[in-house]
T-cell receptor
Framework: DVKVTQSSRYLVKRTGEKVFLECVQD?????MFWYRQDPGLGLRLIYF???????EKGDIPEGYSVSREKKERFSLILESASTNQTSMYLC??????????????FGQGTRLTVV | RKEVEQDPGPFNVPEGATVAFNCTYS??????FFWYRQDCRKEPKLLMS???SGNEDGRFTAQLNRASQYISLLIRDSKLSDSATYLC??????????FGQGTTLQVKP
């Protein structure tokens, strides 16, 4: 019962390439997130979307952009990939409710290597 | 200062031990809190939500102290399969999920 799907598990791209990471959720969640996870730094929020066509910068948005044209799909774009963007990228979606009504699920992650 | 802070560990404990993790948060407007478990090279998975009165699920107990702004996770009777990284998460009033760095637990035979 897959809930959040990321388009690729492993990706290798060249420096300067434009890279698209796709994420789709089937739970009708309002919120979607993109994180990157690096050893010793934990999960850092890149961008966050709380509705279609709405987005908010996270802690480390530089070098990234996002697109949310449909509720179920949230794309992360690396405009010009650089080696310091080599990382594990995790997409998540969550409902809006508070406390016990809130649920958040992650995709399986995309391990991106920029060479 | 990070919005959510955890001791990264590692915590090395024998099977059967009781272990506790603490997590502090700086945003007093945070609405909800969670503990996630992440296995090596896998995505994080929800372990439990944290309610103001405390929440217990089998060997796991989570508590929230709003006055001191910390969340705790207690694991009793540790199993080898409990070895993982445990992530503390806060949900802000704007709907953002903010993660701590994670605490690594290694349960040894």
């Amino acid at each position: 019962d897959v809930k959040v799907t990321q388009s690729s598990r492993y990706l290798v791209k060249r420096t300067g390439e434009k890279v698209f990471l796709e994420c789709v959720q089937d739970m009708d969640h309002e919120n979607m997130f993109w994180y990157r996870q690096d050893p010793g730094l934990g999960l850092r929020l890149i961008y966050f979307s709380y509705d279609v066509k709405m987005k908010e910068k996270g802690d480390i948005p530089e070098g990234y952009s996002v697109s949310r044209e449909k509720k179920e799909r949230f794309s992360l774009i690396l405009e010009s990939a650089s080696t310091n963007q080599t990382s594990m990228y995790l997409c998540a979606s969550s409902s809006v409710g508070q406390g016990s009504n809130t649920e958040a699920f992650f995709g399986q992650g995309t391990r991106l290597t920029v060479v | 200062r990070k919005e959510v802070e955890q001791d990264p560990g590692p915590f090395n404990v024998p099977e059967g031990a009781t272990v506790a993790f603490n997590c502090t948060y700086s945003n007093s407007a945070s609405q909800s809190f969670f503990w996630y478990r992440q296995d090596c090279r896998k995505e994080p998975k929800l372990l439990m939500s944290v309610y103001s009165s405390g929440n217990e699920d089998g060997r796991f107990t989570a508590q929230l102290n709003r006055a001191s702004q910390y969340i705790s996770l207690l694991i009793r009777d540790s199993k080898l399969s409990d070895s993982a990284t445990y992530l503390c998460v806060s949900l802000s009033n704007t709907g953002k999920l903010i993660f701590g760095q994670g605490t690594t637990l290694q349960v040894k035979p």
